[in-house]
C-alpha cells in the first residue's frame, strides 16, 4: 500500500509544473567582484556605522548569520552604513552593479541608499506597509497585503552607473560639496523607518553587500519584439521629480555628475537595460524651464532661462541614439518670465478672501506655489503655452519619435477661475443672465453649471494643444496625456484607515480591501471634488479629472492614477478613463520626503536630503502592473517617481515591459470561460490583417500551477515575444506562472 501511495505521489509531482521565473541578462557568479562586506560580522571593517548607538545585534536567520536592526515599539528611525570599494579602481560612467543578501523571513521594511549614483530605493515584504504610515507632508494612503514569504534568503539587484563625485552619508540638496571620488569609493546605507511609521515591520536583516564590475550594454539591453509597425504601440516611461539635484543647478551646490548629458546617457542606458521604451523629462517643473531654450519668444522677458538650454536638444539626440521614443513633460502655469503670462495670475478664487500673503487671492495655503497661475479659458493662455510647444517639440518632431505631450497640473496652476471676465464670459458662451459669485455660492445648481462651462473649457484648452501638436508642431498622431491628479502620492480611501486584506494583525483603524474594491472608491477619489479646509479653495485648485468628456474625443487622454494594488485590481473602477485612444495609468509614488529624521522631527534630517519609493519584493513588485493589464489593458503606462528611477527587482521588471511592448495598443477583449482558474485573466486583441494576440495574466498572490487557457480558434500560436511556438492540446495550453507574470502569444488567425 506504501509502495502504491508512493506512486501516486510520484506521478503527481511528475503532473505538475513549476513555474520558472525570469533570470537576469548575468550571472552574479560569473562578474568580476570589486568588492564585498559581509555585515553579518560583528566588525565588519569598511567605516561601519550603525544608529542609534549599539542597536545592531548578531544572530541566524533562516540559516545563516545576519545583521539585525530591530524595530521596537517607540524606536525611531535607524540605519547602518558602510563605504565600500575604496581604492578598488572604480571609474565614473562605468556601469556597475550593487547586491544586498537579505531574509524573506518575516514582514520588513528596507531602503538602501547607493550614493555612487544618489539612488534610493526602498523594498518591503509580508504585510508591512513599505510607504511609511505617519510621514510629513502627505498621507500615504497605506495598504498592508498578506504577500508570501518565500523563507528563503534572497538578493537584491541594482545596476547603475558611478558618477563623478559622492557625498557622504548625507546627501546633500542646497549648498554643499561632494568630497568622495571613485578612488575613495562611496557609502551605502541601509535604513529603516521608526517604528510609528513601520508598525509591523520586524526591522533589518542582512547579509553581504557586493559590487561587481556590469556587462557591457550591448550584453544586457533587453532585446524588445514590437508589433508590425503598421499597428499602434505602447509606451511605458517615467518622471523624476527630485533626482536632478545630483547636477547642481543650486548655487553652491557641488555637482555628482559633470556634464549634463552624461547623466541623461546614464537614464537613456538603465531603460534599454529595463525595457522602457519612451524617455520622458521634465520641462517645466512648477512652471521653471528645465533645460530648454526659450529665445525665441522673448527670453527671460517671457520665461526665465535655464542655465542649460541646449539640454533638451542633447537629450532628444540620446533619444534617437538609444531608439526611445520621446515624451515632455510640462507642469504649466503661465510663463515666468519678467513680464509673464503666469505672473498675471489672472484666475481668482470664488470666495476671495485673500487669504495669502499680503492679502494676495490665494487658492492654498501653499504660498509658495501661489505666484503664478494661468486661466484656461483665456485665449491668451493658450497662445502662451502653443509658443512652449513650439520651442520644445515644434524643432525636434523630425528627429525622435514623439508620443506626444504629458501635462500635469499642480496646486493652484490651472485652477476653476471665477474672475470678473470669467464670468462675463461664462454669460455670453451659455446664453445665461450673468452671474455673481454670491450666486454661484448660494446656489447650487448655478455653481454645477458653472463648473460643467468650466471643465468644457479645459477640454477646448486640450484640443487646440493637441491640433497644434499634431499639425503645426509635425508630431503626427501624438497624444496628449493630462494628469489632473497634483498630488505624489495620488488619491485613496482618505483618512478612513489602512486597506488591508487581513484587518485582524492591525492596532490601527482600518477598512476592508473587498470592500474598497466593491464600492469603487479609487475611481471616487479620482473624480471628487478635492477636499478642503480653513477657508481655501483646494476644491478649485486642483480641479480632478473628467475622463468621460473625452470619451469620443481622439487622442486626448485624462490618466487614472495608481498607487496601491486595490486601484488596479477591478475593471469598474478604470472603465470611465478608457478614452477613444485607451487608457493611460500612471503611478504615483509617494516620495516619504524627510521621513528619515530623528524623533519624527521631519527638519531634523539623519540622513541629509531623503526621498524614497518602495517596491514590492520579488515577483509581486509587478503585480500591481499586471493587475492592471489584465483588468484594465492601459496603452500607456507611467511613473511618478521621487528620485532616480530604479529597481532591485529587474528580472520581474523586464519580463513585464517586455512582455506588455510586445502587445499591440489595439482595443482588447477581457475573455471569460478560457482559463481553468479565475485569478488567470485572458486578453484577445484581434486585428484585421495581422492575427490575433493574446496576454494571459496570473493576478493572484500565489503560483498559478497547471491551468489550462482555451483557444480553440487560435492556430499556430507563437510566444509574441521569442517567436516560440507555444504547444497547445485540442486547443488548450496548459502552463504555470507566479505572481504578476504576463504570457503574451500570437496567432495569425
Known amino acids: 500500500m506504501r509502495t502504491i501511495l508512493l506512486s501516486m505521489l510520484i506521478v503527481a509531482v511528475a503532473w505538475t509544473a513549476e513555474p520558472k521565473h525570469p533570470e537576469l541578462p548575468f550571472k552574479i557568479s560569473e562578474l568580476k567582484l570589486i568588492d564585498s562586506v559581509d555585515l553579518s560580522k560583528a566588525d565588519p571593517g569598511y567605516e561601519f556605522e550603525q544608529y542609534p548607538k549599539n542597536s545592531v545585534s548578531y544572530g541566524e536567520v533562516l540559516g545563516r548569520k545576519a545583521l539585525i536592526q530591530e524595530n521596537k515599539p517607540g524606536s525611531g528611525s535607524k540605519y547602518v552604513s558602510v563605504r565600500i570599494a575604496k581604492n578598488k579602481g572604480l571609474v565614473a560612467g562605468k556601469a556597475y552593479v550593487i547586491t544586498v543578501d537579505y531574509p524573506e523571513d518575516v514582514a520588513r521594511g528596507f531602503i538602501l541608499r547607493n550614493h555612487g549614483a544618489e539612488i534610493t530605493r526602498g523594498w518591503h515584504t509580508g504585510a508591512a506597509l513599505g510607504d511609511g504610515l505617519e510621514i510629513p507632508y502627505v498621507y500615504s494612503h497605506p495598504e498592508s497585503i498578506n504577500y508570501p514569504l518565500s523563507g528563503k534568503w534572497k538578493q537584491w539587484v541594482s545596476v547603475f552607473h558611478l558618477h563623478d563625485k559622492f557625498s557622504n552619508i548625507h546627501t546633500i540638496r542646497g549648498k554643499g ?173 470664488l470666495y476671495q478672501r485673500k487669504k495669502g500673503p499680503k492679502g494676495r487671492d490665494d487658492y492654498t495655503h501653499i504660498s509658495w506655489t501661489e505666484p503664478h497661475n494661468a486661466d484656461v479659458t483665456d485665449p491668451a493662455t493658450y497662445e502662451d503655452f502653443r509658443k512652449m510647444l513650439d520651442c520644445t517639440v515644434t524643432p525636434f518632431s523630425n528627429k525622435a519619435n514623439f508620443a506626444g505631450v504629458w501635462i500635469r497640473t499642480r496646486n493652484s496652476q490651472l485652477p476653476i477661475s471665477f474672475s470678473d471676465r470669467c464670468l462675463d464670459l461664462y454669460a455670453v458662451e451659455t446664453g445665461n443672465d450673468p452671474v455673481t459669485r454670491q450666486q454661484l455660492i448660494d446656489n447650487k445648481e448655478s455653481y454645477q453649471k458653472y463648473l460643467d462651462w468650466w471643465f468644457g473649457k479645459r477640454k477646448e484648452f486640450l484640443t487646440k494643444v493637441r491640433d497644434f501638436v499634431q499639425k503645426d508642431a509635425g508630431v503626427e498622431n501624438g497624444v496628449v496625456l493630462f494628469t489632473a491628479d497634483a498630488s505624489e502620492g495620488g488619491t485613496g480611501v482618505g483618512k478612513k484607515g489602512i486597506v488591508t486584506d487581513q484587518p485582524s494583525i492591525w492596532k490601527s483603524a482600518t477598512i476592508n480591501y473587498d470592500d474598497v474594491l ?86 531634523d534630517a539623519l540622513l541629509g536630503y531623503f526621498v524614497s519609493d518602495f517596491d514590492v519584493a520579488g515577483p509581486y513588485h509587478m503585480l500591481a502592473e499586471a493587475r492592471a493589464l489584465a483588468y484594465s489593458d492601459p496603452k500607456y503606462l507611467g511613473y511618478l517617481a521621487s528620485a532616480v528611477y530604479s529597481s532591485g527587482f529587474t528580472e520581474y521588471q523586464r519580463a513585464f515591459n517586455q512582455a506588455f511592448l510586445s502587445l499591440p495598443a489595439v482595443p482588447s477583449e477581457l475573455l471569460s470561460n478560457v482559463s481553468s482558474q479565475k485569478e488567470v485573466m485572458v486578453r484577445e486583441y484581434k486585428t484585421k490583417e495581422h492575427g490575433t494576440w493574446y496576454a494571459v495574466v496570473n493576478t493572484d498572490l500565489n503560483d498559478a500551477i497547471d491551468v489550462k487557457i482555451k483557444l480553440p480558434k487560435a492556430k499556430q500560436l507563437v510566444d509574441a515575444v521569442t517567436k516560440a511556438k507555444v504547444k497547445a492540446k485540442a486547443g488548450t495550453v496548459t502552463v504555470s506562472l507566479y505572481p504578476g507574470q504576463v504570457l503574451t502569444w500570437h496567432s495569425d488567425s
Open 177 to 349: 560639496q561632494r568630497p568622495f571620488a571613485p578612488k575613495d569609493g562611496f557609502h551605502v546605507v541601509l535604513a529603516h523607518f521608526s517604528h510609528k511609521d513601520a508598525p509591523l515591520s520586524k526591522g533589518l536583516a542582512l547579509g553581504k553587500i557586493s559590487i561587481y564590475e556590469a556587462p557591457s550594454h550591448d550584453e544586457i539591453s533587453l532585446a524588445l519584439t514590437l508589433p508590425p509597425k503598421e499597428l499602434p504601440h505602447r509606451h511605458l516611461f517615467y518622471r523624476e521629480e527630485m533626482a536632478d539635484g545630483v547636477l547642481g543647478r543650486r548655487a553652491g551646490q557641488e555637482p555628482g555628475v559633470i556634464k549634463h548629458k552624461d547623466w541623461f546617457e546614464y537614464h537613456a542606458r538603465l531603460m534599454k537595460y529595463l525595457g522602457i521604451n519612451t524617455f520622458s523629462k521634465d520641462l517645466l517643473e512648477f512652471g521653471a524651464n528645465q533645460g530648454w531654450d526659450q529665445s525665441k519668444y522673448g527670453g527671460n522677458k517671457w520665461v526665465w532661462g535655464s542655465d542649460t538650454p541646449q539640454l533638451w536638444g542633447q537629450i532628444i539626440d540620446l533619444a534617437a541614439q538609444y531608439d526611445l521614443n520621446v515624451l515632455p513633460y510640462y507642469e504649466y502655469c503661465g510663463s515666468k518670465g519678467q513680464h509673464g503670462h503666469g505672473n498675471k495670475k489672472t484666475c481668482r478664487t
Open 518 to 603: 466593491a464600492n469603487k472608491l479609487a475611481l471616487e477619489s479620482q473624480l471628487a471634488m478635492r477636499g478642503t479646509w480653513g477657508g481655501w479653495e483646494w476644491q478649485h485648485s486642483v480641479p480632478p479629472a473628467d475622463p468621460k468628456r473625452y470619451t469620443d474625443t481622439d487622442d486626448i487622454i485624462m490618466t487614472y492614477g495608481f498607487n496601491r494594488l486595490y486601484t488596479v485590481s477591478s475593471t469598474e473602477q478604470t472603465d470611465p478613463f478608457v478614452a477613444k485612444d485607451g487608457l493611460a495609468m500612471i503611478r504615483h509614488y509617494v516620495l516619504n520626503e524627510h521621513a528619515i529624521n530623528k524623533g519624527g522631527n521631519s527638519k
